[in-house]
């Protein structure tokens, strides 16, 4: 275990915001959780990728643990127990460069293993959910580390039960996956589609793809500060969409579990908000469900021009847009 006092936050959030933590503990090995005190507040630290930072913290616990661990294996299959604290995507293309399939659509995406199933990560037309088969964590209230299945993860669309009855409770240590080893790829999405026009792509080249389709539609965080989708897709009702339909007749839309998935980057662009700036914060130039850092906002400046966009979103549309970053 690795102790600092009084660190700044900054390069840990990728919005590159300037907050304190009394204390850094910096975990290397499982079994160090039962040495804290966890009456005192805590908060867990991934990859800083979906957080907005308001406020200083006390104490920060990141996790240092970087196994990747072969469980079992057939011709089929393969199941892996990886570590929280695995950069995610050096994992998918650990997989990748082992002809594993199953997460290669979710290339790219910044954040650590041990927080990919909170919110049920997804891009691409693919789920973290698809392929987990169990994830581990500690328990702060009984100081034991406990194993749950996918099913009692009650994973939905980025969502699951550590966002809900566990929040603050359990402290993911690490996740296993099971991925295929026979050819399963999926193209579905519009941009992958126009990428490769007739070309049917192997898994390494879809991976490629994921990530220069990336880079050219996202703002890179390592310029300007931000936390990818800042929202969540915004799922409406019949009456909604065709309410909508009658001013816009090409909004976007998708099914969605009998009700429809608007994209909210259409809903943001179309109030117009899209490259819009407000002093040090803004809408992305390249994208409208991104929220950047232009210097040196506050985490509340932040907070605060995300409700003026919600509140645009509503007076247009009538729709109550959500957040898909943790305000800490
Ligand atoms: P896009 O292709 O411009 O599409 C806009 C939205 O429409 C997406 O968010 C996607 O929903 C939905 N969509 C598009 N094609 C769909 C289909 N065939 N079936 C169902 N829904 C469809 O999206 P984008 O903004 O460039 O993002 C591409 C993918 O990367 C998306 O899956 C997105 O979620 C993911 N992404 C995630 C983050 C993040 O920070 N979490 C950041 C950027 C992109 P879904 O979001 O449900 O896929």
Not at 113 to 138: L, T
Not at 201 to 211: C, G, T, V
Request: some cysteine.
């Amino acid at each position: 275990m690795k102790l600092s006092q009084n660190v700044n936050l900054k390069p840990y959030n990728t919005f590159g915001i300037e907050c304190y933590c009394n204390e850094m503990i910096e975990i290397e090995d499982d079994n160090e959780l039962l040495d804290l005190d966890f009456s005192q507040d805590f908060f867990i630290l991934g990859f800083g990728s979906n957080i907005l930072l308001s406020k200083n913290l006390n104490r920060v616990i990141k996790f240092q643990t970087k196994k990747i661990q072969i469980l079992s294996e057939n011709s089929e299959q393969i199941r892996l127990k990886v570590d929280a604290g695995v950069i995610w995507d050096e994992f998918v293309n650990y997989s990748v460069s082992n002809n594993y399939y199953g997460i290669e659509n979710l290339s790219a995406i910044p954040g650590t293993v041990g927080a990919c199933p909170i919110q049920n990560i997804g891009a691409y037309g693919a789920e973290v959910k698809d392929v987990i088969d169990k994830v581990e964590y500690f328990d702060v209230f009984t100081k034991q580390i406990i194993e749950i299945n996918n099913k009692n993860c009650n994973f939905s669309y980025r969502n699951s039960i550590f966002k809900q009855d566990l929040k603050n409770r359990a402290i993911i240590t690490s996740v296993t996956f099971m991925l295929q080893k026979n050819e399963k790829i999926n193209t579905n999405y519009a941009d992958i589609k126009n990428f490769f026009g007739d070309k049917n792509p192997n898994l390494f080249e879809l991976r490629q793809a994921i990530i220069s389709i990336r880079e050219s539609k996202l703002p890179d965080y390592k310029v300007l500060g931000n936390c990818g989708s800042f929202y969540q897709n915004a799922i409406v009702e019949k009456n909604k969409l065709l309410e909508i339909q009658n001013i816009y007749e090409n909004v976007p839309f998708f099914d969605f579990e009998n009700k429809f998935k608007i994209p909210t980057a259409w809903l943001i662009e179309k109030t117009g908000l899209k490259a819009y700036k407000q002093n040090k914060v803004g809408i992305s130039e390249k994208h409208a469900l991104i929220i950047v850092n232009y210097g040196e906002a506050s985490g509340k400046e932040i907070l605060k021009f995300s409700e003026f966009v919600e509140s645009k979103v509503f007076d247009t549309f009538g729709i109550k847009i959500d957040k898909e970053v943790n305000i800490i």
